[in-house]
């Protein structure tokens, strides 16, 4: 037997370890799981802020005079109508429809994107993409050595970021990026997240990454800002329906098998990666989808787990749980699942979840289980 490669530890990784952070291997990184409780940092992202490092995402950047094209055929969205300074959620299929990640891509000029993917998944996007733009005047660069990744997030993060930076927080939409220096560090500035609330994320030079920790620590000790874990942004997003990579989304799922067809933007000009077989499965799921993602609540205290069946109250399996924790929002344990369309609707009777061979009661509830208040 080999031993498997040594995690490579972001910019923070003596930041966090001189905070007791509990580290984990996520996706080839060493990562902070938790600070203390990760109930506790669930909470203060949801009533005050959570500072998080996310360096471990893949930032990919494409240039050139049809870089946008080069994206609109690579990826599912119409890349080349969003606006300089604003952010799109999308995807990048197989050519059977397969999910390969779900991206976020930023334009940072006419001819200048950023593509954000997921850690676990950074590779295969790198290569996908540098294959698709191969006829295209576009350059594809792998720039995950070039970025430090943190992120503010909660209800407080607008002012504590405010505190460092000039830059116009207040015009900055949802889904947009502005170039600006907060706290002495240049950093694009862009306000998303994956937790529900409202945040920022901040892509920086990894050298400036603990100076500017130290910086947002330090705005955010008055306001009960902590730093919070990979296990706690777990519990956040999945409290606001968002899907993650490996659970909700996989090769074998389509953005329209996820709920999510909206992405899939068929109204642009031209061919893309897997538009045929992605319009079989928009018309097959407007048709009669045989399963659909839902939200589950627990009647008990038993929580479910990835991979649990979903069982009618006949014990036939009727789904599969794709994620599942404790909703410290909620007080009681919630799952995603797919599960048959005919029990896919809210408030349906009799569904339960297998939990080691125990059929225990859940409700079937609508995505999200929590929203924030705008």
């Given at each position: 037997?080999?031993?498997?490669?040594?995690?490579?530890?972001?910019?923070?990784?003596?930041?966090?370890?001189?905070?007791?952070?509990?580290?984990?291997?996520?996706?080839?990184?060493?990562?902070?799981?938790?600070?203390?409780?990760?109930?506790?940092?669930?909470?203060?992202?949801?009533?005050?802020?959570?500072?998080?490092?996310?360096?471990?995402?893949?930032?990919?950047?494409?240039?050139?005079?049809?870089?946008?094209?080069?994206?609109?055929?690579?990826?599912?969205?119409?890349?080349?109508?969003?606006?300089?300074?604003?952010?799109?959620?999308?995807?990048?299929?197989?050519?059977?429809?397969?999910?390969?990640?779900?991206?976020?891509?930023?334009?940072?000029?006419?001819?200048?994107?950023?593509?954000?993917?997921?850690?676990?998944?950074?590779?295969?996007?790198?290569?996908?993409?540098?294959?698709?733009?191969?006829?295209?005047?576009?350059?594809?660069?792998?720039?995950?050595?070039?970025?430090?990744?943190?992120?503010?997030?909660?209800?407080?993060?607008?002012?504590?970021?405010?505190?460092?930076?000039?830059?116009?927080?207040?015009?900055?939409?949802?889904?947009?990026?502005?170039?600006?220096?907060?706290?002495?560090?240049?950093?694009?500035?862009?306000?998303?997240?994956?937790?529900?609330?409202?945040?920022?994320?901040?892509?920086?030079?990894?050298?400036?990454?603990?100076?500017?920790?130290?910086?947002?620590?330090?705005?955010?000790?008055?306001?009960?800002?902590?730093?919070?874990?990979?296990?706690?942004?777990?519990?956040?997003?999945?409290?606001?329906?968002?899907?993650?990579?490996?659970?909700?989304?996989?090769?074998?799922?389509?953005?329209?098998?996820?709920?999510?067809?909206?992405?899939?933007?068929?109204?642009?000009?031209?061919?893309?990666?897997?538009?045929?077989?992605?319009?079989?499965?928009?018309?097959?799921?407007?048709?009669?989808?045989?399963?659909?993602?839902?939200?589950?609540?627990?009647?008990?205290?038993?929580?479910?787990?990835?991979?649990?069946?979903?069982?009618?109250?006949?014990?036939?399996?009727?789904?599969?749980?794709?994620?599942?924790?404790?909703?410290?929002?909620?007080?009681?344990?919630?799952?995603?699942?797919?599960?048959?369309?005919?029990?896919?609707?809210?408030?349906?009777?009799?569904?339960?979840?297998?939990?080691?061979?125990?059929?225990?009661p859940y409700e079937v509830v609508a995505l999200p289980f929590y929203k924030r208040q705008?």
């Amino acid at each position: 037997m080999t031993d498997s490669p040594t995690p490579r530890r972001t910019a923070l990784d003596a930041t966090h370890r001189a905070l007791g952070a509990t580290m984990t291997d996520f996706a080839g990184w060493d990562m902070p799981l938790r600070y203390a409780s990760e109930r506790d940092e669930h909470l203060a992202v949801r009533g005050r802020a959570g500072l998080f490092d996310l360096s471990h995402m893949g930032e990919i950047t494409l240039t050139g005079p049809q870089a946008a094209d080069a994206l609109d055929y690579a990826l599912v969205g119409n890349i080349g109508k969003v606006a300089v300074g604003r952010a799109r959620y999308t995807m990048i299929c197989d050519a059977e429809g397969g999910i390969l990640d779900d991206l976020i891509v930023y334009r940072l000029g006419e001819q200048e994107f950023m593509v954000v993917a997921n850690a676990s998944n950074a590779q295969v996007v790198l290569d996908a993409l540098t294959e698709r733009a191969a006829g295209f005047e576009a350059s594809v660069r792998d720039d995950r050595d070039a970025y430090a990744l943190l992120a503010v997030q909660g209800p407080e993060s607008a002012g504590i970021l405010k505190s460092l930076t000039d830059a116009d927080l207040d015009g900055l939409k949802y889904y947009a990026g502005l170039p600006g220096t907060v706290a002495g560090v240049s950093a694009l500035i862009a306000r998303t997240g994956y937790t529900g609330e409202d945040g920022f994320e901040l892509f920086v030079d990894p050298a400036d990454a603990e100076r500017l920790w130290q910086a947002l620590t330090e705005a955010g000790a008055g306001v009960g800002l902590v730093p919070a874990g990979l296990s706690c942004r777990d519990t956040l997003r999945l409290e606001a329906g968002m899907p993650l990579y490996g659970h909700e989304l996989t090769e074998a799922t389509t953005p329209f098998d996820a709920g999510l067809g909206r992405v899939v933007k068929f109204e642009k000009a031209g061919d893309f990666v897997g538009r045929a077989a992605l319009a079989a499965a928009a018309e097959k799921a407007e048709a009669a989808p045989p399963r659909k993602l839902v939200g589950l609540v627990a009647e008990g205290r038993r929580v479910p787990r990835a991979g649990f069946s979903v069982v009618a109250g006949d014990g036939s399996v009727i789904g599969e749980v794709t994620s599942g924790a404790p909703s410290p929002t909620l007080g009681k344990p919630i799952a995603i699942a797919y599960v048959d369309a005919a029990h896919a609707e809210p408030g349906t009777a009799g569904v339960g979840v297998d939990i080691r061979g125990s059929h225990e009661p859940y409700e079937v509830v609508a995505l999200p289980f929590y929203k924030r208040q705008r």
